[in-house]
């Protein structure tokens, strides 16, 4: 055996000597990794999103197919899903990135001023500098602004925001300063079911205690404070509930919480000593006629100061979402209400550690909070390609839901809003039990098998958490309406077959 086989076989054979010394194995192995991080699961691009990308390896080298392309209906990436950049954002990006183009004149006056200031707001004039941790205070200002204007004049202190990577990053950031305790003191987080996937991922890998909470599927995936109580109870008998994280409008349901349902929600987290955490990335999305969004803080603070000097809030937006679907540059904020000055310098401190978000994440959330006015020469344009993003997602959104309330055995709740169908899928017993020697979970059986015989790439409502017995999956509705129409056709066509194969 020669020096190399003699090292390649150590790799295998613990303790035995290398040059002389003692080889111990890996130092970190699948039993020796810090355990937490085994518990995190993410569906969105889970198993059946890397077989949807094995399989378009396979088309390109020639493989036949029942299809020649996988459609990923699986997440909220509205511009691989065809959607087109605004136009005045990408115009002033593109002069902050290259600020020679201030000199040319084919971008309009407006887009070159937004574009100055901001690169006078950064170090060395470009924005390939770090920022401060919290965001440039200029754009922290503008955001503060917009929470004002859309809230009808509620104050917002630029000091309340933190610009983030995305609102991923300022959600798993809050979560991380809740988390504490062991045992039965351990803090537990209360999350919708079905919710995003990110909050149970996050929450598993601070080993904090998640606490399910269920919507109302009949009432159109509707929040009940009875629901909230019930879960609340049952969950202070073995961690200690500390937050309630609330998606509105939601993901992967598409409801529109009312206002009503809102204020209910704060009255609850007052009288259980709770933290409220808004996720509130879809607030331009909605679509449903007499549907409306309201901010929990807006809310919060026309309740009174009973109310509004009292609940600890953290809301989150994002530039990932709405009608920009700008997700890429990772732009994002949170604002904190009521938050303890001490723990505020101690999250100020967190945030620090990461340097800062993206800049050119940050120029962007600039842009979306301060977008072009009416007097400006951009601000036809921009309206106009706005409009045109968020009036076709509102008749995908119909379509959908109509579509899917035609084929037997498929019923799917109005899409109020955000950019997801989650509907409830009847399943055969028999393609039950068939899963179950499979080794898989019933919908998750399914949506393999669209993937396989349709190029249709969906996630299975488990990966979101459902009710015990029920079956859903989640579609975005981001496609182009052609490409949409030929997806609901072929899941109805599948859907079908599926069961009456299994009849």
């Not at 969004?293 to 809310?299: A, N």
């Not at 709405?322 to 945030?351: H, S, W």
């Amino acid at each position: 055996m020669n020096r190399y086989e003699h090292q390649d076989n150590c790799e295998t054979m613990s303790q035995q000597a290398v040059n002389g010394v003692p080889y111990r194995g890996k130092v970190l192995t699948v039993d020796s990794m810090n355990p937490n991080v085994k518990r995190v699961e993410y569906a969105v691009r889970g198993p059946i999103v890397q077989r949807a990308v094995q399989i378009e390896k396979e088309l390109k080298e020639g493989v036949k197919k029942p299809f020649t392309e996988v459609i990923k209906a699986n997440i909220g990436d509205a511009h691989a899903m065809g959607q087109k950049p605004i136009t005045f954002l990408r115009q002033v990006l593109a002069l902050c990135s290259y600020p020679e183009l201030l000199e040319d004149n084919k971008f309009p006056e407006d887009a070159k001023k937004r574009a100055k200031r901001i690169l006078e707001a950064c170090g060395g004039h470009s924005i390939g500098a770090y920022s401060a941790s919290q965001g440039i205070e200029c754009i922290r200002q503008d955001v503060a602004r917009y929470i004002e204007k859309r809230d009808g004049g509620i104050s917002s202190n630029p000091d309340n925001i933190y610009l983030s990577t995305g609102a991923s990053d300022a959600i798993v950031t809050m979560l991380k300063l809740l988390v504490c305790g062991e045992g039965r003191t351990r803090t537990g987080v209360m999350i919708s079911i079905p919710q995003y996937p990110l909050y149970s991922a996050a929450l598993a890998d601070l080993g904090a205690v998640q606490i399910n909470y269920y919507l109302d599927e009949d009432k159109c995936w509707s929040m009940d404070v009875a629901e909230l109580r019930r879960s609340l109870n049952a969950a202070r008998q073995h961690c200690n509930p500390r937050a309630l994280c609330i998606i509105n409008p939601g993901n992967p349901t598409g409801q529109v919480q009312s206002r009503q349902c809102i204020e209910d929600v704060i009255r609850f987290a007052k009288e259980e000593n709770l933290f409220l955490m808004a996720d509130e990335v879809y607030q331009d999305n909605v679509y449903a006629e007499g549907c409306k969004f309201h901010s929990f803080k807006k809310v919060l603070f026309e309740m009174g100061p009973e109310y509004s000097s009292t609940v600890e809030m953290a809301s989150f937006h994002s530039t990932s979402k709405c009608y920009m679907g700008e997700c890429g540059f990772r732009g994002g904020y949170m604002e904190v209400i009521n938050m303890d000055p001490d723990v505020k310098a101690q999250l100020t401190k967190l945030v620090s550690v990461r340097l800062c978000p993206p800049v050119p994440g940050q120029a962007l959330l600039d842009l979306v909070v301060n977008p072009p006015q009416p007097d400006e020469p951009s601000y036809t344009t921009f309206m106009k390609e706005r409009t045109a993003v968020l009036e076709t997602l509102a008749e995908k959104a119909r379509l959908t839901e109509q579509m899917f309330n035609k084929v037997p055995g498929i019923t799917c709740n109005p899409v109020q809003g955000a950019m997801y169908t989650f509907p409830r899928i009847t399943l055969p017993q028999k393609a039950i039990d068939k899963a179950k020697e499979e080794g898989q979970v019933p919908d998750m059986y399914y949506c393999m098998r669209l993937l396989e015989e349709e190029g249709i790439c969906l996630v299975p409502g488990s990966g979101f958490g459902q009710r015990e017995g029920t079956f859903h999956f989640r579609m975005t509705i981001l496609p182009p309406t052609e490409k949409l129409k030929v997806v609901l056709e072929k899941i109805t066509a599948f859907h079908q077959k599926f069961t009456e194969e299994f009849s």
